[in-house]
């Protein structure tokens, strides 16, 4: 990576060190989800060996996934502050700007869900070495995923009320038809279409077969467990679903990066201090 990308990523790492309730309430809300949705599971997936950690796994990638978007506001401060203006007139490529943000993000949120991954393997997740690096690299593919939808977004809005309003849209549905909290075989047939659109279903059924070894199990196991889908006689396996993360990947780092190359910031207002 290059200079201007690597001091990026390390200046919203120290913000991150600095904002130590960021992580408080990672841990908070996980806990939360945990509690009530831990009922539901039980209720709509009885055959579940181990109910809480199936939950557990949609909570880790949830934490990825909400954090990725959520951490690119990180350029909105940069832009409402005036930051940003000084680094667009300094020889730095646009296009570093935005790798360099990306990939902050999908950091952040992947140590934030590793702050989880931690927490769960003393509430019964087990994982050895291979196990733990699968899991790993697909936090991070779906952490620059997400992280260059979240830049998108903001360049977009351009202003952080406007961005959290839109976040809040997005990823209020997408995660709760994902089949994180509420699993895929617990909804309403009329709800699958939208299930079966959602890209985070996805994501949710590959990490879900990672970390809880699902490697052996059969298809018609699989789609009864909900890491596997039958969509009108197409089996959407945990391998095609990882290839579709990775195509999304690609389609959504490469449009952040063109969308960012082409912004306009100069129309943005600047926020001043009052040194009064």
Not at 55 to 65: E, K, N, Q, S
Not at 97 to 116: D, P, R
Not at 183 to 212: C, E, H, K, Q
Request: charged share 10%; hydrophobic share 55%.
């Amino acid at each position: 990576m290059t200079r201007p990308i690597n001091a990026i990523i390390l200046r919203n790492l120290m913000k991150l060190k600095r904002d130590r309730m960021k992580l408080f309430f990672t841990l908070l809300m996980s806990g939360l989800f945990l509690f009530m949705f831990s009922f539901v599971t039980r209720a709509t997936a009885p055959g579940l060996a181990n109910p809480t950690v199936y939950l557990f796994a949609g909570i880790i990638i949830m934490t990825v996934f909400q954090s990725s978007l959520t951490n690119s506001m990180n350029i909105l401060e940069d832009i409402s502050s005036g930051f940003m203006k000084e680094i667009l007139v300094a020889p730095i490529s646009r296009w570093e700007i935005a790798i360099g943000h990306t990939l902050s993000s999908a950091i952040i949120s992947v140590i934030q869900g590793l702050v989880i991954v931690v927490v769960a393997m003393f509430m019964g997740l087990s994982i050895n070495f291979i196990q733990g690096a699968a899991m790993l690299a697909l936090m991070c593919l779906v952490g620059v995923t997400f992280s260059a939808m979240g830049l998108y977004f903001a360049t977009i809005a351009k202003d952080s009320s406007n961005f959290q309003l839109l976040i809040t849209v997005v990823s209020l549905p997408l995660t709760f038809l994902s089949g994180a909290y509420i699993p895929t075989m617990a909804m309403p047939g009329f709800l699958l279409p939208v299930v079966y659109l959602n890209p985070l279903t996805y994501t949710t059924a590959a990490f879900r077969f990672i970390s809880l070894r699902m490697e052996g199990m059969p298809i018609a196991e699989m789609v009864k467990a909900g890491v596997a889908f039958n969509i009108n006689g197409f089996i959407v396996s945990p391998v095609i679903s990882m290839f579709i993360i990775a195509v999304m990947c690609a389609s959504f780092f490469t449009l952040c990066v063109n969308r960012f190359d082409n912004a306009d910031f100069s129309t943005i207002k600047i926020w001043k201090r009052d040194h009064h």
